[in-house]
Structures are given as structure tokens and as C-alpha cells.
T-cell receptor, first 116, second 113 residues
């Protein structure tokens, strides 16, 4: 079974630009979560989508948004990029929504975003 | 508000010995806990999980212990192997309430040959 795939793997943008990251979950998984990883901060939760609906959202500004399509693929968008947005963005999929023990999440390799 | 804490940023263990990684949590609603391993330039890989109805779960060389009264869990790796060198994250979620998966900041484990 193919794992979680993320595209692109690496991205360089300049301040003020916007970026869209893509995530394809494991076949059959309906939940997709996004995380930001920066040195010393661990994985910071961005949002979770389940069956095309946003279930939960982390403490990030409105510049960060996402969506999920009917095939469970998900995109994350960051507008008006800032230097501090440079990070590894990870996508994870699970069969069920987070909570209740169904939320063993399987991660993709991440997209390394560098903002200059 | 760090609800899941890994107070040791790094740990070095001799090959063949036991590695013990610790994790503390503050949210009493958490009822499902997981450990992930992460190599550089890769996404985290699921290792082992435990439900709050148990106090121990074992999978090969990996055992997770949960002490609900102390709000503490630990991951034991026996025996430790060089391939275990990685960053380990613990994570927790709640069936009711704040359902998102909350991660600790990670512990870098180095196995010394």
C-alpha cells in the first residue's frame, strides 16, 4: 500500500508570496492533518480535515488555510509568507478522525519551505 | 501551553543497553498515547501506542508504560541498536474534548556503538 505523499518536497519562496502544498493520504484514509515542525518546537498542529470538513484548527493565523477534496487529498495554503514560516510542513493521514483510538497517523516525508 | 512534555532534549545510550524515553502530560482528558520515531529528512514513523485502559503495551523491542496517576508515559527500547538513533516524539489525544493529536518537542536518542 502506498504511503502518504507530499508535493513538492522542497520549496523556496520570498516574503509576501503565497504557497500551496499538497498531500495525498494513504488509500482508504479519510482524515488528513497538517503540522508545522520547526527546531525546538516539535510538531505544531495546524488543522485536521475529515470527509472534506475541517474538524479542528490549531493556533495559527488566518494566513494558513487548507481544504480537502472528495478523494481525501488535501492542500494547505499559506498567504503573505513571512520569514518565520520557514519550516518543515508535515501531512499525516489516518483512517478515522482524531480521537477514540482510531487516530494512528501516518506521516508523509514533508515539504521543506524556505522563505527568503 | 505545552500539554505534552518531553523534558530531555537528548539521550545517549550504549548499544545493547536499555533506552528509556520519558513523556509527561497535563491534560487529564488524554486517553490515547503514541510514540513516533523520526529520521532526518523523513516524516515521523509510528512506533507503538497505548490506550488509557492499559498500563503497558509491548511490541518486540519496544514497550510503552503508562502511569495515569502521574500523567507519565515512557518508552523502553531493549536492546538498543544503532538504527534506533533518531528523534522520538510522544503524542496524545482525547476521545472527547480537544481531539487533536498533541505532540511533545521530541528527544534525540543516540545509540553509541
Amino acid at each position: 500500500k502506498a504511503g502518504v505523499t507530499q508535493t513538492p518536497r522542497y520549496l523556496i519562496k520570498t516574503r509576501g508570496q503565497q504557497v500551496t502544498l499538497s498531500c495525498s493520504p494513504i488509500s482508504g484514509h479519510r482524515s488528513v492533518s497538517w503540522y508545522q515542525q520547526t527546531p525546538g518546537q516539535g510538531l505544531q498542529f495546524l488543522f485536521e480535515y475529515f470527509s472534506e470538513t475541517q474538524r479542528n484548527k490549531g493556533n495559527f493565523p488566518g494566513r494558513f488555510s487548507g481544504r480537502q477534496f472528495s478523494n481525501s487529498r488535501s492542500e494547505m495554503n499559506v498567504s503573505t509568507l513571512e520569514l518565520g514560516d520557514s519550516a518543515l510542513y508535515l501531512c499525516a493521514s489516518s483512517y478515522g478522525p482524531t480521537g477514540g483510538g482510531t487516530d494512528t497517523q501516518y506521516f508523509g516525508p514533508g515539504t521543506r519551505l524556505t522563505v527568503l | 501551553d505545552q500539554q505534552v512534555k518531553q523534558n530531555s532534549p537528548s539521550l545517549s545510550v550504549q548499544e545493547g543497553r536499555i533506552s528509556i524515553l520519558n513523556c509527561d502530560y497535563t491534560n487529564s482528558m488524554f486517553d490515547y498515547f503514541l510514540w513516533y520515531k523520526k529520521y532526518p529528512a523523513e516524516g515521523p514513523t509510528f512506533l507503538i501506542s497505548i490506550s488509557s485502559i492499559k498500563d503497558k503495551n509491548e511490541d518486540g523491542r519496544f514497550t510503552v508504560f503508562l502511569n495515569k496517576s502521574a500523567k507519565h508515559l515512557s518508552l523502553h527500547i531493549v536492546p538498543s541498536q544503532p538504527g534506533d538513533s533518531a528523534v522520538y516524539f510522544c503524542a496524545a489525544s482525547a476521545t472527547f474534548g480537544n481531539e487533536k493529536l498533541t505532540f511533545g518537542t521530541g528527544t534525540r536518542l543516540t545509540i553509541i556503538p
